[in-house]
């Protein structure tokens, strides 16, 4: 059965008191200056100007030369036919309580020659896969503990990379995305059921 196969994974502040002081006369110091001026010439002013104009020529090269690397995702045979902000979580047995999974873009991604289609969701920032598995066609989404942005499912699922028997839940921000979930769950579960039956 496709659902039970493994796939790709695809500072603190310290404050110091100053005392103010006088701003020094600068027509004073200007006057005295010019003075000084007037009685050594007005060539040094030129030379200042010309020493002012000059630009660094200097030429700096990186020490390493870092290469381009290429990142592979395991996602790039398959197009995103629908995605949707959420928090998922997964149903710990042992301690009888739900344990959040992440939060990021849960997503239908189709395969674009198989045309198998998987759930996947990364977590956001590190984009570490926390729900990675095919749609199953058996699978029914209930309301979990009555809320109606909700659902929690059973599912053969491989985000740690080996198979894994486990209920999980995910939540949406509102009703309406958690109800448009729904609609393309039980869209993609119509669309798996028809490729299974065409192999058969």
């Known amino acids: 059965m ?11 502040s310290e404050v110091v008191e100053t005392k103010e002081e006088k701003a020094p006369d600068t027509a004073a110091l200007g006057g005295a200056a010019a003075a000084e001026a007037g009685k050594d010439g007005g060539d040094d002013g030129e030379d200042a100007g010309a020493a002012d ?24 045979d398959e197009t995103v036919e629908w ?12 301690s009888q309580e ?14 674009k020659e198989t045309g198998k289609i998987r759930l996947l969701m990364r977590r956001e920032k590190t984009l570490k896969i926390c729900l990675n598995h095919y749609v199953n066609t058996t699978a029914e989404l209930q309301e979990n503990f009555g809320s109606d942005r909700s659902w929690m499912w059973n599912a053969i ?17 509102n ?18 059921k028809k490729l299974l039956e065409a192999k058969d």
């Open 53 to 76: 104009e000059e630009e660094c020529a200097a030429d700096f090269k990186p020490v390493v030369q870092l290469e381009e690397q290429e990142t592979v995702t395991g996602e790039e």
């Open 157 to 173: 699922d491989y985000a740690e990379g080996e198979r894994d028997e486990c209920v999980l839940a995910i939540r949406f921000a």
């Open 98 to 111: 739900w344990k959040e999974r992440g939060t990021g873009d849960v997503r239908f991604l189709k395969h």
């Open 175 to 192: 009703s309406e995305n958690a109800a448009e979930f729904k609609k393309q769950f039980e869209f993609y579960q119509a669309e798996m």
């Open 83 to 94: 995605k949707m902000r959420a928090k998922l979580f997964r149903f710990n047995t042992e």
């Open 2 to 12: 496709a659902d039970d196969k493994e796939f790709p994974a695809g500072a603190g």
